[in-house]
Structures are given as C-alpha cells and as structure tokens.
C-alpha cells in the first residue's frame, strides 16, 4: 500500500526557514516524478514544486523560486522541502503528491509563518 | 499559465439524485500524443485530496463507479450518478499539460 507522510512543519517567524520531508513507502521510489502541493487555510490548492525522478531537475510556481528548493533522496525514498525567506503568505497545509496526476497524496503538515 | 474555471463554485444535491460540475481551461489540454491532461479531485472534510478521475475519464483505484469524467480540449464534465452522503466536499479539476500545474477554484458540494 502506498504512504506517503509529511513532516517538519511548525510556526516560523517571517524571513525565516523550515525543511520539510515526505517520507514514502509501498512502491519504488525512484520510478516515480514527487510534487509539494500547498493550501493556505480556507483556500484551494497550489501546486508549488516537481522533482524529477532522478534528481537532476526541479521546477518551481514563481511564488516560490528562489527561496524554496526542493530534492529527494532515492535511497530513503524521500523527497524533502527547504523553505528560505519565508513570508506570511507561506501560511498553508504542505502536502506531498506523487507524479503528474498527484495519484498519492500525504496527510500534510502545516506550516505557520508569524511573528 | 493555463487558468482553470469551475463551475459552479457549491452545489447543494439531494441524495440519489445526480450532480454535474464544469471545468474549463484557457489552453487545449490535449497533447500531440493524443492524451488529455485533466484531473479530477475530491477533498473530503478535514482529509487531503484524493485522485479521481485521471486523462479526463479514467476512474482512479478504488473509485465508485459513480463517477464519471467527459470532455475534450478545454471543456471538461464531472458527473456524480446518484449523489450519496460520503460524497461531500470540495472537488477541484487540474491540469498538468505544462507547468505550473493549475486548479480550478473547487467546488464545495453539499447534501440537502
């Protein structure tokens, strides 16, 4: 069975930085492209990041390039979030999806940035 | 970016009867390949989204079969045959032709 589990959210003062990790089990890893997949509370969602399966190439929602980096490691079948400059509007439940049609998604971690 | 429209943006069913949601995109969502890429979600209260209907009318695992997926270029249907209580929620319609990958707004579906 496929599982997918978020962690590393919490509360984070403004310019401030988080690491998220999606840790997966039930299928094999480094067959499938990974995606983080945000919802700020009471709105829909947003696809933020993808990683291809290799590792060699992520793509990124303007909102977020340059302060947020996404990249996996195959080996502990995980993808993992690093979150720089964090503003306010950052606020929102993080989930982790798997490849272009987001079969599997995490329970997701939720991620707060205030002062 | 390709924009994503749904409507309407709530819809109140009573149970047994059907219910219909419309998404349109900005761009054709089919690809030279001849796939189209339109994705269906359902989030339940309080759960993440969980896939639907992928390529505009394929049921995902474990999908009842209730639901149904039509459509083609921009122009995209979600039809619920018999509405029931567990079927409460927010769906949202996706694109995933090009990055970034885009939703429609969602919409909320309630039971009379």
């Known amino acids: 069975e496929v599982h997918l589990v978020e962690s590393g959210g919490g509360l984070v003062q403004p310019g401030g930085s988080l690491r998220l990790s999606c840790a997966t089990s039930?299928?094999?890893?480094?067959?499938?492209?990974m995606n983080w997949v945000r919802q700020a509370p009471g709105k829909g969602l947003e696809w933020i990041s993808s990683i291809g399966r290799d590792n060699s190439l992520a793509f990124y929602a303007d909102s977020v390039r340059g302060r947020f980096s996404m990249s996996r490691d195959n080996a502990k079948s995980s993808v993992f979030l690093q979150m720089n400059n964090l503003r306010d509007e950052d606020t929102a439940v993080y989930y982790c999806?798997?490849?272009?049609?987001?079969?599997?998604w995490g329970q997701g971690t939720l991620v707060t940035v205030s002062s | 970016d390709i924009v994503m429209t749904q409507t309407p943006l709530s819809v109140s069913v009573t149970p047994g009867q059907p219910a219909s949601i419309s998404c349109k995109s900005s761009?054709?969502?089919?690809?030279?390949?001849?796939?189209?890429?339109l994705f269906w979600y359902l989030q339940k209260p309080g759960q993440s989204p969980q896939l639907l209907i992928y390529e505009v009318f394929n049921r995902f695992s474990g999908v009842p079969d209730r639901f149904s997926g039509s459509g083609s270029g921009t122009e995209f249907t979600l039809t619920i045959s018999r509405v029931e209580a567990e079927d409460v929620g927010v769906y949202y319609c996706m694109q995933s032709i090009q990055l970034p990958r885009t939703f429609g707004q969602g919409t909320r579906l309630e039971i009379k």
């Open positions: 999806a798997r490849v272009g049609a987001l079969d599997y």
């Open positions: 039930g299928f094999i890893f480094s067959d499938f492209d």
């Open positions: 761009q054709s969502l089919l690809r030279r390949d001849g796939k189209t890429f």
